[in-house]
């Protein structure tokens, strides 16, 4: 069965690990023994049935109401299984948001309709973050729109209120879906809710769905691009990689980058057995006619004449979490690098889009930036493949942001 990885962002309380606990109820994936150690702890606490106790295993986050880091749970609907991240909304925690929504194909973005509740700063930061780390498909769920009985004004008010943001920072209007949803109470996110006669789109689920199928991404048929791992065996130099896009065939002639040396490859070994040929996804170990080095972890290898630039210099879009002005590094491909500097070229707001002169960004804004570093990678735009176009910022050995190559 395929699996695909779901997002869900937003701020605090909006509802997304009630969403969850509902999804597992009604697509059957929460077994009966979690659902009543989540009644049993909701009576405990004096509280309804909370939903959101089947997912969160931590004791501080049911007592406190709130998802403190990254929570996976598993559906399944027809053909394709669903691996939810529940992400955290506060925004001190907002690495960790990072973190989980690196994962992401889709992402899923719970709004409250509560009057007091609603768009809020935090709500457009992690849509700004989830664009830049690729995430091309969205689906809005308007959550509980039992609050507000099922106000269809409400609904359209929270999907204009948004949608020129999402234009702005790059998803495409075809891209979006806005469905209304009551999590609580289970209503539009597997079955149609009774409540909501004016709402005639899909449910969450079959929105989910559509828009996997409707995924463009495919690297099979692109340039060969393998991040290699280190050589495992010294004595016959054999070399572990992931293939990241293409395909590798025995007695190909492939570059090695940024070290220069080319070679053919004499033998494709995945899970013990040697095989013709690898396509994108595996992890295998190669053999070439040709001594590389044994320094060889975050190298590149591509057919010969084909691989990607190889630059110490790049430019850059950072969303900043902390100081970068002391002994900035960045972590690429599994390696740690230096920064000579890091020139700021515009400031960008993550809760506005907008873009201002400057030289400085504070913590949760972006930036523009050339990078140079000390010394010579072999990387990508990160609109062409993803991963030879995305970093991690350090500033003295702390994080201090995550950044994609744009040029």
């Not at 027809?78 to 506060?90: E, Q, T, Y």
């Not at 099922?150 to 998803?171: H, M, T």
């Not at 040929?277 to 001594?291: K, M, P, Q, R, S």
Request: hydrophobic share 40%; with cysteine; net charge negative.
């Amino acid at each position: 069965m395929i699996v695909k990885t779901v997002a869900l962002l937003g701020h605090k309380d909006h509802g997304k690990s009630t969403l969850i606990g509902s999804m597992l109820m009604q697509t059957g994936a929460a077994t009966q023994v979690r659902i009543k150690e989540a009644e049993a702890y909701s009576k405990k606490l004096g509280k309804p049935f909370e939903p959101a106790f089947i997912l969160d295993s931590f004791h501080e986050e049911r007592e406190q109401g709130m998802t403190y880091d990254t929570t996976r749970a598993q559906i399944k609907y027809k053909d394709i299984a669903f691996s939810l991240i529940d992400v955290p909304g506060h925004e001190e925690l907002i690495k960790n948001m990072i973190s989980g929504a690196s994962y992401g194909e889709l992402a899923v973005l719970l709004v409250s309709a509560k009057s007091d509740e609603g768009i809020r700063d935090q709500t457009k930061r992690h849509l700004f973050v989830s664009r830049m780390l690729g995430i091309e498909r969205l689906v809005v769920a308007v959550n509980k729109m039992d609050s507000v009985e099922y106000d269809e004004s409400v609904f359209n008010n929270i999907k204009n209120g948004l949608i020129g943001f999402i234009n702005r920072i790059g998803f495409r209007k075809e891209d979006v879906d806005f469905v209304p949803i009551s999590a609580y109470n289970g209503e539009n996110l597997v079955e149609k809710s009774r409540n909501m006669p004016w709402y005639k789109g899909s449910t969450l689920i079959d929105a989910i769905y559509g828009s996997f199928e409707n995924a463009r991404e495919n690297y099979s048929s692109g340039a060969l691009r393998i991040v290699v791992q280190g050589v495992i065996d010294q004595e016959r130099k054999i070399i572990a990689g992931r293939i990241i896009s293409g395909r590798l065939e025995i007695s190909d002639r492939v570059d090695v980058l940024p070290i220069g040396k080319s070679a053919t490859v004499k033998e494709i070994i995945v899970k013990g057995k040697s095989i013709d040929a690898a396509e994108v996804g595996e992890n295998i170990a190669i053999t070439l006619d040709n001594d590389i080095g044994s320094e060889m972890r975050g190298n590149i290898i591509s057919k010969v004449g084909s691989g990607p630039r190889v630059t110490d210099t790049v430019n850059a879009k950072v969303f900043v979490t902390g100081s970068i002005g002391n002994k900035p590094s960045v972590k690429f491909n599994g390696i740690d690098v230096g920064c000579k500097g890091i020139s700021v070229l515009d400031v960008i707001d993550t809760t506005t889009g907008e873009k201002t002169e400057g030289k400085d960004a504070e913590a949760l804004n972006a930036i523009d930036a050339k990078i140079t570093f000390d010394r010579k990678l072999p990387v990508e735009n990160y609109t062409v493949l993803k991963e030879l176009g995305r970093f991690v910022l350090y500033s003295a050995g702390e994080f201090a942001g995550i950044g994609i190559i744009e040029d």
